[in-house]
């Protein structure tokens, strides 16, 4: 059971990972005139995408990488264009992260005909072709056939040709040997330090209803103060307690996430309003779950694999929806 967990942890991760990478500010190279044709249909609708654009992105796993932003209506200007697709502020949309050999490694589905959207999961979607010279991408976006996601049906069928911005795909330079070394030392002390147990983690004032949610290593609380009230708190009793700031924390108007890291161990903090307080759910990592406090979800009973990760999806999208009020 404990490898289950491990690999369900890892699986949600990922999903995590990749859409939190969505979520940061980076300046970009990036085109739109590309050509795309085929069908993205949810529930049976076809989302009519007639755009993209190509950025160049952060390497993931070490390798170069760029995101494919597919969409219904024109996104020149945005600011943010991976992030506007992705809550439709460009109609349906498809943002897909790949590697040069067509490896996609993340992805946001936001389709106008789904209800819980954006969305994203593991392994359904791929480029098929993938051909990239150095002036061009073009590929096969598809699902090979009809998925479902929790009740939503969607269907991708894409083929593309985009010119590639300056500096895609570019080398990722090693590190420094100095640099190398004394990573290589700090996350060895890292592997030795104890884990933090999860009962020792600070939770803001007032946090009512805690569960911790032992299976899937998630934390819930209600709060009848605001977001901006709980966030501030939370990430004041977390520096205190000496959590540092990691990338990709952001507080709009209504929705607030926080990351933080500490010896090893991260948090994903996502603060929603609910009425006139708040709802919070923590996904954790690295921390110690042997000895949860008794309040632990009855989820921690749950041994089915199949329903580990189904529980581990729906809490990352429903942690997400609202998130397009920033």
């Known amino acids: 059971m404990k490898m289950s967990l491990k690999s369900t942890f890892t699986s949600l991760n990922f999903v995590a990972t990749a859409t939190l990478m969505m979520f940061v500010p980076q300046a970009h190279a990036l085109t739109e005139k590309g050509t795309v044709s085929g069908k993205f249909l949810g529930n049976g609708k076809d989302g009519n995408i007639q755009h993209l654009m190509v950025l160049t992105a952060e390497p993931f796993s070490d390798k170069p990488a760029i995101k494919l ?12 264009p991976d992030w506007d697709a992705s809550f439709r502020k460009f109609g349906s949309a498809l943002v897909i992260s790949a590697h040069q050999n067509g490896d996609v490694f993340g992805y946001e589905v936001a389709h106008s005909s789904h209800q819980k959207s954006p969305f994203s999961s593991v392994g359904r979607i791929s480029i098929k072709d993938m051909k990239v010279t150095e002036a061009n991408v073009s590929g096969v976006l598809t699902t090979n056939g009809e998925g479902d996601f929790f009740g939503q049906t969607w269907d991708v069928e894409l083929t593309f040709l985009a010119p590639l911005p300056k500096g895609a795909f570019a080398p990722v330079s090693e590190p420094k040997p100095a640099l190398a070394a004394e990573k290589e030392l700090t996350e060895a002390a890292t592997q030795r330090a104890p884990k933090l147990p999860v009962s020792k983690l600070p939770l803001p004032t007032g946090a009512q209803d805690v569960e911790y949610k032992q299976a899937v290593q998630h934390i819930t609380f209600r709060s009848a103060s605001s977001v901006s009230a709980v966030s501030k708190d939370f ?24 990351r933080r890291k500490l010896n090893g161990a991260e948090l994903t903090i996502m603060i929603q309003p609910s009425g006139k307080g708040s709802n919070t759910k923590i996904f954790t990592q690295g921390l110690d779950w042997a000895s949860a406090p008794a309040s632990a979800s009855p989820v921690t009973t749950q041994t089915d694999q199949s329903g580990i990760e189904a529980e581990a999806s729906r809490l990352v999208n429903e942690a997400l929806k609202g998130l397009p009020k920033f």
């Open 69 to 80: 932003i597919f969409t219904e209506k024109v996104a020149t200007g945005s600011k943010k």
């Open 235 to 258: 990430a004041a009793k977390l520096k205190s307690a000496g959590w540092q700031d990691a990338p990709g924390s952001l507080m709009g108007s209504a929705n607030a996430i926080i």
